[in-house]
């Protein structure tokens, strides 16, 4: 395979022109009408020489004007040799479930005569020869190195605890071994140390287990239930305790349910309380003045009044102490602004609007007042 190398060839791919028509296919062409042929345009020539040479390049073989395989060859290093059980390859398969063998395709190859390799290292191998149905593969003779996994050692070894033994021992299943038990004791508890910081002989082993039987027996009863510790770190199961400061009493708590407590006392200021057990002392130690009144229709501190008074004089109720607002108007037939009256007086105090733009005085007054005291 080759790139065109004749005269007039242009050192790179040109640019693709428009075509003039819809893509088709190459056509004869009718003298008999005057239709010509159909005409190779060079983007045509150039599409099909570098689809065949991209299909071999891709495959890592490079262009040789004088070798003629070499779309097949890419081809098989690509996807691997033809199937010749495939219809047309050379071999087929009857109605039947048979093999139907064309002679042409077996033409020259013939039966292998030599024995099956040993085992070794995986090879391709290179032989065009195929091998006998009756044909013998040598029996796997021995494994070297180590195997992955293995049901049983090859050779049976044996582990012995044995008095006075080294405490620990390494075992990789080329020999026997014996191993000893590590345990130190102190004070009547048994600490176990890890293998190799300490040997000691099976009768002092089983005086050491003895000794955390005895633990046991004193933190357990005969049916395994433990039983009350004199003190512990922690409870065995998390328990939570809440506090509902709707409640003026304590719980006992002794861990074995959850409780809710109440609170006794007064909480002081610094730590975010009044100090205090009624509003009026809570106000007193916070510092805190009295403030206004709430406003309501009851007679008493907080009255609120809605007046509308048809004179030039007004008299706050009896009683107390009164925060007003009056405007003043005219008549009712002519209700022009006549001035404003608004302060702090005693109850029954007579209250007129101040004429502020030089008129008579009201006619009519409307306004409100507060009891604030």
Known sequence: MFRIDGPYVVGSLPPTR?????????????????????????????????????????????????????????????????NIIAPGGGLEVDGEGKLIVDPDILEGVEPGTSAPKA????????????????????AQASVTGNAGTATKLATARTITAKDDATAG????????????????????????????????????????????????????????QAVSA???????????????????????????????TGITGVLGIAH????????????????????????????GVGQWLYVYHPGGSYTLPAGGTWAYFFSGYGTVDNPIFKGVAAGVAAGGTAISPKDIIGLSGANQMRGFCWRVA
Not at 123 to 134: H, L, N, P
């Open 18 to 82: 428009q075509g003039v028509s819809s893509p088709g296919y190459f056509g004869p062409g009718d003298p008999a009408t005057g239709l010509q042929s159909t005409r190779v345009t060079y983007e045509w020539l150039n599409a099909v020489q570098e689809e065949l040479a991209g299909v071999i390049q891709a495959a890592g073989i490079s262009l040789d004007k004088t070798q003629y395989t070499q779309l097949r060859q890419a081809l098989q290093a690509t996807y691997g040799p033809p």
């Open 119 to 138: 085992p070794g290292t995986a090879t391709a191998g290179t032989s065009a020869k195929y091998a006998r149905e009756d044909h013998v593969h040598p």
């Open 169 to 224: 021992a390494s075992f990789d299943g080329s020999k026997n071994v014996n191993v000893g038990i590590p345990v130190t004791v102190a004070a009547g508890t048994a600490t176990y140390a890890l293998p190799g910081t300490a040997t000691m002989s099976l009768r002092s082993w089983l005086s050491a287990a003895r000794n955390c039987l005895d633990w046991l027996q004193a933190r357990f009863n005969t049916a395994g």
């Open 230 to 260: 004199a003190s512990a770190t922690k409870l065995a199961t998390p328990r939570k305790i809440a506090t509902d400061l709707s409640l003026l009493v304590a719980k006992e708590f002794d861990g074995t349910v959850p409780v809710t």
């Open 272 to 299: 975010g309380g009044t100090g205090a057990t009624t509003a009026a002392a809570a106000r007193t130690a916070l510092g805190i003045t009295a403030g206004a009144p709430i406003p309501k229709e009851a007679a």
